[in-house]
T-cell receptor
Framework: DQQVKQNSPSLSVQEGRISILNCDYT??????FLWYKKYPAEGPTFLIS?????DKNEDGRFTVFLNKSAKHLSLHIVPSQPGDSAVYFC??????????FGTGTRLTVIP | DVKVTQSSRYLVKRTGEKVFLECVQD?????MFWYRQDPGLGLRLIYF???????EKGDIPEGYSVSREKKERFSLILESASTNQTSMYLC?????????????FGPGTRLTVL
């Protein structure tokens, strides 16, 4: 059973606007959440993370929000740029070394 | 910078062949992982290893085995390749400890089984 879900397989946004990627999870034991970005023919690269004791983490144009009561997190990209076009994976950790990944959302930023 | 390398970017094999996928990391990480990525299914964990000669099954270990004889190297073995094992295979590594959360990925091997 998928413990981390990304219900939107794709998202298209105009350059300069905000991109919001969503992720839901079912396991209340997850203590850390990460976002990875993946370009075609490359491995995923780490983007930003958040601990379960926080509700927001910001790094430049990227902000991750965590709503523990709703078991929901989101990644905001402002402003979106064409180079942000990629597949974004949400991942969660239970305190062990394993990560549980979502199915990914393909973001297309239109120039 | 952490570097994770995989032996092949593209591989084409025939049904029934034994296939070896090699992964090497250069940052002395304890943990190493093998995933496969398929459209609509995300990254699914096949096997992982937290130490030399140690291995644990992930979510989809059937049809695969692994070997970790040295800390820096983690091999994925398809004993008898089948067409449903056509996929992108990704290797990753990480440090052990709650303060270490990030897994570092290799570029992937796209395997096609005919």
């Amino acid at each position: 059973d998928q413990q981390v879900k990304q219900n939107s397989p794709s998202l298209s946004v105009q350059e300069g606007r905000i991109s919001i990627l969503n992720c839901d999870y079912t396991n209340s034991m997850f203590d850390y959440f990460l976002w990875y970005k993946k370009y075609p023919a490359e491995g995923p690269t780490f983007l930003i993370s958040i601990s379960s004791i926080k509700d927001k983490n910001e790094d430049g144009r990227f902000t991750v929000f965590l709503n523990k009561s709703a078991k929901h997190l989101s990644l905001h990209i402002v402003p979106s740029q064409p180079g942000d076009s990629a597949v974004y994976f949400c991942a969660a950790r239970t305190g062990a070394n394993n990560l549980f990944f979502g199915t990914g959302t393909r973001l297309t930023v239109i120039p | 910078d952490v570097k994770v390398t995989q032996s092949s970017r593209y591989l084409v094999k025939r049904t029934g062949e034994k296939v070896f996928l090699e992964c090497v990391q250069d940052m002395d990480h304890e943990n190493m992982f093998w995933y496969r990525q398929d459209p609509g299914l995300g990254l699914r964990l096949i096997y992982f290893s937290y130490d030399v000669k140690m291995k644990e099954k992930g979510d989809i270990p059937e049809g695969y085995s692994v070997s970790r004889e040295k800390k820096e190297r983690f091999s994925l073995i398809l004993e008898s390749a089948s067409t449903n094992q056509t996929s992108m295979y990704l290797c990753a590594s990480s440090l052990t400890g709650l303060e270490y959360n990030e897994q570092f990925f290799g570029p992937g091997t796209r395997l096609t089984v005919l």
